[in-house]
């Protein structure tokens, strides 16, 4: 497990990769993605507001994901994903079966927090 890699990051690497908490206000079916997939706005506090598509159907629902706080890159630029441009990317793990979880703050934590 020591063994290293040809896309081994630098410290100053690590350190552009721009990761905040943000809550979900609202989550609805993405029918115009190519793979199934839920649009979200995502509160990021003083860093503002900011839309995003993530393939996380599998393991819930619009519903429940209204509220939860989550992890998400907000420093890539906005990629066009079907009919509306994303402006973060939210983190999750990768399941055996492709499904994603995603990764959430053990604790409430105000919105805009930089993970580090």
Same mark, same amino acid.
């Given at each position: 497990?020591?063994?290293?890699?040809?896309?081994?990051?630098?410290?100053?690497?690590?350190?552009?990769?721009?990761?905040? +908490? =943000?809550?979900?206000?609202? %989550?609805? @079916?993405?029918?115009?993605?190519?793979?199934? $997939?839920?649009? !979200?706005?995502?509160?990021?506090?003083?860093?503002?507001?900011?839309?995003?598509?993530?393939?996380?159907?599998?393991?819930?629902?619009?519903?429940?994901? +209204? =509220?939860?706080?989550?992890? %998400?890159? @907000?420093?890539?630029?906005?990629?066009?994903? $079907?009919?509306? !441009?994303?402006?973060?990317?939210?983190?999750?793990?990768?399941?055996?079966?492709?499904?994603?979880?995603?990764?959430?703050?053990?604790?409430?934590?105000?919105? =805009?927090?930089?993970?580090?």
């Amino acid at each position: 497990m020591d063994e290293k890699t040809s896309n081994e990051l630098t410290w100053s690497d690590f350190t552009k990769v721009e990761m905040r +908490i =943000g809550t979900i206000l609202e %989550a609805e @079916v993405f029918e115009e993605a190519r793979n199934p $997939a839920y649009k !979200m706005i995502i509160d990021f506090g003083a860093v503002g507001k900011r839309k995003t598509s993530a393939q996380i159907t599998d393991l819930y629902t619009p519903k429940e994901l +209204i =509220g939860k706080q989550v992890v %998400a890159v @907000v420093n890539f630029p906005p990629k066009q994903i $079907a009919t509306m !441009m994303s402006e973060c990317l939210v983190l999750g793990g990768i399941g055996q079966n492709k499904e994603i979880t995603l990764l959430q703050p053990e604790r409430s934590i105000e919105n =805009g927090t930089r993970i580090g």
